[in-house]
């Protein structure tokens, strides 16, 4: 499912129970200096991560300071993250001129800690490359690094290398839970695009070797995946980025299962396993 870009006043794009991803939950905030935004979300552990701007966040109490350094864009510094437990209040206060923040969701039943992520706590992996048109970074703000302290929830940012390119291939699907072979995540993400009038393809395939899905995302495009495989790309010429959010119905580690009529390829593409890997 495809939501194009708009202005949602601070109220969730994926709201608790969505019909399509109701493991996941997801909101932009968008505030000026010195406004202040309150939320909680009951049966929900959340992720606050600026895109832009700086806020001081509050989680029952507990202080995070100046949250956030990047400036214009997502591109422009490294991401930084406070986890919010099951329910709580979480406040963000603007410090910086204006403000862009990602409220990441998963649903679960425990209460945990809060805590921040920043600097060597950003765990960073680069795998692909140019000749097969796969090249790409992914920095993980809820990832294995923080493995035991969160509940199903794996917050991401997955940039592009160079100019255009495949993203998610080869095609894998997390629709079900069948373990050891694959795990049921529901995911979400939100694309922006270097320049801003870039845009690219977002492909949903049900059943392997069977007509799919497209949609064409632009800069603010929020997709909804809920089942199937699911690749992406940007047209030549332009960067990609997108915020990933996966809440996992059983567990938290990710276990994808790879297309098979692609599968073979996992083998072309240097450092897919490592990136496999992090998905915990």
């Not at 049966?43 to 991560?49: L, N």
């Not at 690749?231 to 960067?239: D, H, I, R, T």
């Amino acid at each position: 499912m495809h939501i194009p870009p708009f202005d949602n006043r601070n109220a969730p794009i994926v709201d608790a129970d969505n019909p399509t991803v109701p493991l996941n939950y997801f909101n932009i905030v968008k505030l000026k200096a010195g406004e202040a935004f309150e939320y909680r979300v009951p049966g929900y552990e959340t992720c606050i991560v600026p895109a832009t701007g700086t806020v001081d966040v509050e989680v029952e109490g507990v202080a995070f300071p100046r949250l956030g350094n990047r400036g214009v864009d997502v591109w422009d510094g490294e991401p930084e993250g406070v986890y919010v437990p099951v329910g709580a209040k979480a406040q963000m206060v603007c410090v910086s001129a204006t403000a862009e923040v990602f409220v990441a969701g998963a649903r679960y039943d425990t209460v945990l800690e809060p805590f921040d992520v920043r600097g060597d706590g950003i765990d960073p992996v680069q795998y692909g490359s140019d000749d097969t048109k796969t090249h790409r970074k992914i920095k993980h703000i809820l990832g294995q690094k923080q493995h035991g302290k969160v509940g199903r929830l794996l917050v991401s940012e997955l940039f592009t290398v160079g100019q255009g390119g495949w993203s998610g291939f080869p095609s894998h699907k997390h629709d079900t839970d069948r373990l050891p072979d694959e795990t049921r995540h529901d995911e979400t993400y939100n694309f922006r695009f270097r320049p801003r009038h870039g845009s690219g393809v977002q492909m949903l395939q049900r059943v392997d070797n069977e007509p799919g899905d497209a949609y064409h995302i632009v800069d603010g495009s929020t997709i909804l995946l809920d089942r199937g495989y699911h690749p992406c790309a940007a047209l030549p010429g332009y960067e990609m980025y997108y915020f990933t959010i996966l809440g996992g119905l059983s567990q938290r580690s990710l276990v994808q299962f790879f297309q098979p009529t692609h599968a073979d390829q996992l083998e072309t593409i240097p450092g897919i396993k490592d990136m496999v890997a992090k998905f915990k």
